[in-house]
């Protein structure tokens, strides 16, 4: 199945070199494929590459549309939407504990 | 190399030089000057005959693995957060779409090199020409990677660093990550950058390594020069410094974070010779300043420059709330004075964009800048005044100028707290101080009765006194803290919080320098505010004056 979520991305983070990176990892511990876009129109990119990531160069406060084909997508959409958004996310826990 | 290296005249020092450049990573340094040139990163030597594709293919693959296992063996030995600044690099050398363009410019004939350096430059270039700065600070490490993977190709011994025994101010047009970390950095090194950026991976390296370093120097002719000092905390760096610079610098313990072990005088009473206790506190960029010290060393922290939250972008709520936390921790108790965000022209703070100025120094700075932009002034209150909760914290504010600024800060800070409490977290409402830096404030002091302290800013109060800028070389001789007109108003300043029942400190670069105690201690103060570096030397200079005369 295919799913797609929209997220804004919080005001101070834009994803550039560690939170790339970070997202690569979430997206690549689910088996279903995530692309991301800033158009719903697309085009998309695979969210598990970093090199495609960087270069598309999502900065602080834009909106990304996220798309996810496979079985896990669903888990997987809720894990990307808590790590990259501002407010709350509905459905899925938060992926990384508050520790210090 | 070009440049042939003539050998210095022996008999003659040179003129010192001066470059005020922006401060990247806190700290003193005065070492023997290094000079870094320029890695030839051009892909390649021209020998472009045909190449064998296949020859050229299973050579670049090999260098990329090879570079990739470089860059893993240093993540091995690196902290958490070198670690992480390297994982970056390696998932993009792990991405096989990094190296996509270089397969097909191989098929066609090219060599490895260039089809390597082909394959990289346009993402480099994106990145630099992105208006973003912190995209932008991420081409140096791409540029990083590109070169390892061609010094891989070309066989020539990883990085082109001439390793010293001992101390080195490494000056260089910039430099990379990995060149960071393959460099041995022995205690009271430092660098200093032509370019460069307070947001590159390489500042938050020398930050956490307490490197100190400054970047953005610009054109800066090293020929002849031997011995260079470097102020990180003030974006100073002098080659071939006069010998008066020099014996101040010999008082500072080199290396801050050896300072509770190596120096006696760190750990021992801030007292005068005479027996009166002075309260000695510390100004601090970040907690990571703090490594290795122990509290019990100071009076707690004067000045923590709230600045550093803000050089990877703008911070959450919750960041800063943690980072003014984990000062408090490290306090144990003490007092904990965090200065609001003093953002300006002459300050820039990546992903604000702040006014274009004739004259900044002059223009919408510290607390102007914060009222002109509630949002991000709030959003610092709230902070605090959650972290207030768990210790005693201060909040000072930078560039007053007039009473109704300190009420509108108070106003801000009291809506914080209610706001905070209607939403069920725990607030607390800091004591609001007033930082003296504007002679306004400075002249009239008793228009603040309001201030639950004052802080005396000796720095940028000398520069308004005197007219000249500090950033200013061509001027640097009137930028003279010890002038009477400057230590008359501190005079003042200590009489009136005195008559006000308002406590005074100083928390300038005037406090940590040994010329300058004895006529900050006959203007009446008995508190003040030092770099962790100065704070032995401040302890022992101190013991060896008295407050009974002048």
């Known amino acids: 199945m295919t799913l797609t979520r929209t997220v804004r991305l919080s005001a101070d983070n834009g994803l550039h070199a560690r939170p790339a990176v970070r997202v690569t990892q979430l997206v690549r511990s689910f088996c279903c494929a995530v692309e991301i876009s800033l158009d719903a129109a697309g085009p998309w990119i695979d969210a598990g590459s970093i090199v495609k990531l960087m270069a598309a160069r999502l900065l602080p406060g834009s909106l990304v549309h996220l798309r996810a084909t496979g079985t896990d997508a669903e888990a997987a959409l809720a894990a990307l939407v808590s790590l990259l958004g501002d407010g709350p996310s509905d459905g899925g826990k938060p992926s990384n504990p508050s520790g210090h | ?550």
């Open chain 2, 1 to 550: 190399m070009e440049e042939s290296q003539a050998i210095p005249v022996a008999t003659e020092m040179p003129v010192a030089t001066e470059r005020k450049g922006q401060a990247a990573a806190p700290g003193l340094a005065l070492a023997p000057l290094e000079e870094l040139l320029p890695t030839l990163s051009k892909g390649s030597p021209a020998q472009e005959t045909k190449a064998d594709p296949d020859a050229e293919r299973s050579r670049l693959e090999q260098a990329i693995r090879a570079a990739i296992g470089g860059l893993n063996a240093l993540v091995a030995q690196a902290d958490s957060e070198a670690g992480e600044i390297l994982a970056f690099q390696v998932a993009m050398l792990e991405d096989p779409n990094l190296a996509e363009p270089a397969w097909q410019a191989i098929a066609t004939g090219s060599p490895a090199g260039s089809a390597w350096t082909l394959a990289t430059a346009p993402l480099i270039a994106d990145f630099e020409g992105s208006g973003d700065a912190l995209f932008a600070a991420r081409a140096s490490d791409l540029c990083d990677l590109r070169d390892r993977v061609l010094t891989e190709l070309n066989g020539t011994p990883a990085g082109p660093l001439k390793q010293q025994p001992g101390a080195t101010v490494l000056l260089a047009d910039d430099l990379s990550p990995s060149q960071f970390l393959s460099w041995t950095w022995h205690p009271g090194s430092a660098i200093a950058l032509r370019r460069g950026s307070a947001a590159s991976h390489l500042a938050l390296l020398a930050r956490s390594r307490g490197i100190p370093m400054v970047v953005g120097l610009g054109p800066l002719d090293a020929a002849g020069h031997q011995l260079a000092l470097v102020d990180g905390d003030s974006g100073r760096v002098v080659l071939s410094p006069d010998p008066v610079e020099q014996a101040r610098m010999a008082h500072a313990p080199k290396d801050p974070a050896s300072l509770s072990a190596g120096d006696p005088y760190v750990m021992g009473p801030a007292r005068t010779g005479d027996g009166v206790a002075i309260n000695l506190q510390l100004n601090i960029n970040g907690v990571e300043e703090l490594a290795g010290l122990n509290p019990g060393c100071c009076d707690g922290i004067g000045l923590v420059r709230s600045e550093f939250l803000f050089s990877q972008g703008l911070p959450r709520e919750d960041q800063q709330f943690q980072a003014y936390r984990r000062i408090l921790e490290w306090a144990n108790g003490q007092s904990v004075t965090i200065r609001t965000l003093d953002a300006g022209g002459d300050k820039p703070i990546p992903g604000l964009s702040l006014p274009e100025e004739a004259n900044p120094f002059l223009g919408c700075r510290g607390l102007r800048f914060s009222l002109a932009h509630p949002a991000l002034f709030e959003l610092q209150l709230r902070a605090l005044a959650r972290a207030a909760c768990e210790g005693d914290l201060r909040i000072l504010l930078p560039m007053v100028t007039l009473p109704a600024e300190l009420d509108a800060a108070s106003a801000l800070l009291d809506k914080a707290v209610a706001d905070l409490r209607s939403e069920g977290l725990p607030a607390r409402r800091p004591p609001l101080g007033v930082m003296v830096e504007v002679p306004a404030v400075a002249i009239k002091p008793e228009l603040f009765s309001r201030a639950a302290f004052f802080s005396i800013g000796s720095n940028d109060l000398t520069q308004y006194v005197m007219a000249a800028a500090r950033d200013n070389t061509s001027v640097s001789s009137l930028h003279d803290c010890a002038h009477p007109a400057v230590t008359a108003l501190i005079e003042q300043v200590v009489k009136a919080g005195a008559s006000l029942g308002i406590p005074v400190s100083l928390c300038g670069d005037m406090a940590g320098d040994s010329n300058h105690l004895a006529a900050l201690l006959s203007a009446g103060l008995r508190r003040l505010s030092v770099a962790p570096t100065w704070l032995g030397a401040t302890k022992r200079h101190l013991a060896q004056l008295s407050c009974g005369r002048s």
